[in-house]
C-alpha cells in the first residue's frame, strides 16, 4: 500500500510540466520516499497547478479544512509544494514540479547520500525536465554595448526593476559539488529570488531577505566570478540562476552536447574580429562552454558551442570580442509569464494540451464554488 501510494505520486509528478520518469532502479522512488511521508504523497495529489485555498484541497481530498490547512503548510515548509500569499494570513497552494522547483527547494537539506541519488536520477529526469528550456541565458550587463538592440526582458537590471521582494539563497548546484568535494571555489550565495518566488524563500528559511541594491551588486559581480546569468525562461521572471560551467546541472549537460546553442533560449552570440585579437587568452578561461580556443595566436570562435552569455566580451582588452543579435529565426521564442511558460514545456511533453486545461480550470471552479468556507 505504501510503495502504490508513492506510484501515484511518480505518475502525478509525471504529468506536470517538468516531469518525473520512471528509472529501472527504481531511485526515483527512492528519492521520493526520503522527501515525503506516505500522507504527504497522497495529499499532494490532490493539488493542482492552480493555486487555491487550503478548503478547496480538503473538499479534493475529503478531509476537514483545518486539517488541510495545517498539514499543507507543514508541505509547504518542507518544500513540497508551493505556496502564494498575496493576501496576508490567506495562502493558497499549488503544485510544484520536481526541476527546477521542489529539488531546488531543497538546497538546505542535502547530504551525501541524497546527492548520490540525485545524481542517478538526473540521466532519466533530464529528458522530461529539458524537453524544452526552463532556464534562459542573457548576457551580463558589462557586455552589452550601445549599438546592441536588446529587450527589456533581456537585461538582468530591467528584469528586476519592477519587484520590491528579493532575496538570496544559495545555489543548489555548487553546494551539491562541494559537499562530495568537487566543483569550483566560487560564491555559493548567487541563487536569486524576486516577487513570489523570494516570498516562499525567505518564509521557508531557504534563502535570506535582500534588496535591489545588493541584487544589482551580485550581478554586477558575476562578470566577476565567471558566472552565466539565467533566468526563469519567460519575459515576467521570479528568479535568476548565476551559473558555472563546473557545477550547474544546465550548463555542464549543455557542455557535453556538440552544439549547445541550438538547445538553449537566447538572442545573442558572439563575433569575433581576429585581426584585433591581442592573443591574451583570457577569453579561453572565462568561457564556460568552451566555445573559444587559440590558433597562431589568434582568437577562433565555435559559434555552435556559444550561448550568448557575454563573459568573454568584457575582458577582451582589444575589442576583439563583441555580442550581436542572432537572426530573429535562431530566436527561441520567450512566453509572456511563468504560466504560460509552465504551458508551453508541458505541451511539449504532449501535457496539459488545450481539453485537460479546460478540465483542471473547470473542476478548480467548481471545488472553489462548492467547498465549505
Known amino acids: ?63 476537514g479544512k ?20 498575496e493576501t496576508p494570513g490567506k495562502p493558497t497552494y499549488m503544485a510544484v514540479q520536481f526541476v527546477i522547483g521542489m529539488w531546488e527547494f531543497h538546497v538546505n537539506d542535502l547530504d551525501p547520500e541524497f546527492i548520490a541519488d540525485m545524481d542517478e536520477y538526473r540521466p532519466y529526469l533530464n529528458f522530461t525536465a529539458w524537453a524544452q528550456p526552463q532556464l534562459r541565458t542573457i548576457p551580463v550587463g558589462q557586455s552589452i554595448h550601445n549599438e546592441l538592440e ?23 548546484c555548487r553546494r551539491e559539488k562541494k559537499m562530495i568535494g568537487e566543483g569550483c571555489d566560487r560564491p555559493e550565495a548567487y541563487c536569486l529570488g524576486f516577487g513570489i518566488g523570494a516570498d516562499y524563500y525567505i518564509k521557508n528559511g531557504i534563502g535570506r531577505p535582500s534588496n535591489k541594491q545588493e541584487i544589482l551588486a551580485v550581478l554586477k559581480a558575476a562578470n566577476d566570478h565567471t558566472l552565466v546569468l539565467q533566468p526563469g525562461n519567460s519575459k515576467e521572471i521570479v528568479n535568476i540562476c548565476c551559473c558555472c560551467g563546473c557545477c550547474c546541472g544546465v550548463l555542464t549537460s549543455l557542455k557535453k552536447l556538440p552544439a549547445p546553442a541550438d538547445f538553449v533560449s537566447s538572442p545573442f552570440t558572439v563575433q569575433a574580429d581576429v585581426a584585433k ?64 511558460a509552465a504551458i508551453s514545456h508541458g505541451q511539449a511533453r504532449g501535457k496539459l494540451g488545450m481539453g485537460e486545461l479546460i478540465k483542471l480550470q473547470a473542476k478548480s471552479k467548481l471545488d472553489r464554488l462548492l467547498a465549505p468556507r
Request: with cysteine.
Open 1 to 63: 500500500m505504501t510503495t502504490d501510494v508513492y506510484q501515484k505520486l511518480r505518475k502525478y509528478l509525471d504529468d506536470l510540466p517538468g516531469g518525473y520518469p520512471a528509472a529501472e532502479t527504481g531511485v526515483e522512488l527512492r528519492i521520493l520516499k526520503r522527501m515525503f511521508t506516505p500522507e504527504e504523497a497522497w495529499l499532494a495529489t490532490h493539488l493542482t497547478l492552480i493555486a487555491e485555498e487550503p478548503r478547496v484541497v480538503a473538499r479534493r481530498a475529503k478531509i
Open 66 to 85: 483545518d486539517e488541510a490547512a495545517i498539514r499543507l503548510e507543514e508541505m509547504a515548509r518542507k518544500g513540497l509544494l508551493f505556496r502564494i500569499e
Open 150 to 172: 536588446t529587450m527589456t526582458y533581456e537585461r538582468a537590471e530591467k528584469l528586476i526593476a519592477d519587484h520590491d521582494l528579493f532575496s538570496i539563497a544559495p545555489c543548489i
Open 277 to 340: 585579437c591581442e592573443g591574451c587568452e583570457t577569453c579561453v578561461d572565462r568561457c564556460q562552454m568552451d566555445a573559444l580556443s587559440m590558433a597562431d595566436e589568434k582568437v577562433v570562435l565555435n559559434s555552435d558551442r556559444c550561448i550568448g552569455c557575454g563573459l568573454c566580451v568584457t575582458t577582451c582588452p582589444s575589442g576583439a570580442l563583441t555580442l550581436k543579435r542572432k537572426p530573429e529565426k535562431e530566436q527561441r521564442k520567450v512566453p509572456e509569464n511563468i504560466e504560460a
